[in-house]
């Protein structure tokens, strides 16, 4: 079946340019996470939905990233005026539910194959 | 507050021998633990999780993890490496006993290299 996918694969932007990422997770997929990972380092969370809700962004880096579900499936990341720490590869991941019950930190989460975003 | 390390960078093994990837962690009360593998130009690819019961979790492709809580830790091992094994892997954790949404904190990553 199809995993999750995100686009581009390979994003080269000006400093100060915008950029927007997107994931299609999983379908029927509730849970929606983003991560940011540097070079040599491990996933770094950013944020997460359960369907359309933006329950947790505490690690957005700062105003300049924004991120949206409007419906419950596809999810953008956007970065406003981009700078060169922002170059990273940055991780989508769904996982098939939201129950308080299981907690959605609990279950496997499945990962798209990232964009690297190169800023110069 | 969670944190896990993987204290080794990098992993050289010979192909067939056993390999350990090392992972220890730091929870106040029960952990849950995973390890992810990560092929280059791909995303990460769960093996296997500890959530509770039998201390040795048996996962994909011949990998197994021992939890040892008074170690606190939760080794990776397979008993006979394979070239296509080389890959990064990652450690990751989150805190076992609340309910609900919690964010899951990954380790730094140990690159593990099978020697032909």
């Known amino acids: 079946g199809a995993g999750v996918s995100q686009s581009p694969r390979y994003k080269v932007a000006k400093r100060g340019q915008d950029v927007a990422l997107r994931c299609d997770p999983i379908?029927?997929?509730?849970?929606l996470f983003w991560y940011q990972q540097a070079l040599g380092q491990g996933p770094e969370f950013l944020t997460y939905?359960?369907?359309?809700?933006?329950?947790?962004k505490s690690g957005l880096p700062s105003d300049r990233f924004f991120a949206e579900r409007p419906e419950g499936s596809v999810s953008t990341l956007k970065i406003q005026r981009t700078q060169q720490e922002d170059s990273a590869v940055y991780l989508c991941?769904?996982?098939?539910?939201?129950?308080?019950?299981?907690?959605?930190?609990?279950?496997?989460?499945?990962f798209g194959p990232g964009t690297r975003l190169l800023v110069l | 507050a969670q944190s896990v390390a993987q204290p080794e960078d990098q992993v050289n093994v010979a192909e067939g021998n056993p390999l350990t990837v090392k992972c220890t962690y730091s929870?106040?009360?029960?952990?849950?633990l995973f390890w992810y593998v990560q092929y280059p130009n791909r995303g990460l690819q769960f093996l296997l999780k500890?959530?509770?019961?039998?201390?040795l979790v048996k996962g994909s492709y011949g990998f197994e993890a021992e939890f040892n809580k008074s170690q606190t830790s939760f080794h990776l091992k397979k008993p006979s490496a394979l070239v296509s094994d080389s890959a990064l892997y990652f450690c990751?954790?989150?805190?076992?006993?609340?309910?609900?949404?919690?964010?899951?904190?990954f380790g730094t990553g140990t690159k593990l290299q099978v020697i032909p």
């Open positions: 991941a769904s996982s098939p539910t939201g129950g308080v019950a299981g907690g959605p930190g609990r279950e496997t989460q499945y």
């Open positions: 379908s029927g997929h509730v849970s």
């Open positions: 939905f359960q369907n359309e809700a933006q329950l947790d």
């Open positions: 929870v106040s009360g029960n952990p849950y």
């Open positions: 500890y959530i509770t019961g039998d201390n």
């Open positions: 990751a954790v989150i805190h076992g006993d609340s309910g609900g949404y919690q964010k899951v904190t």
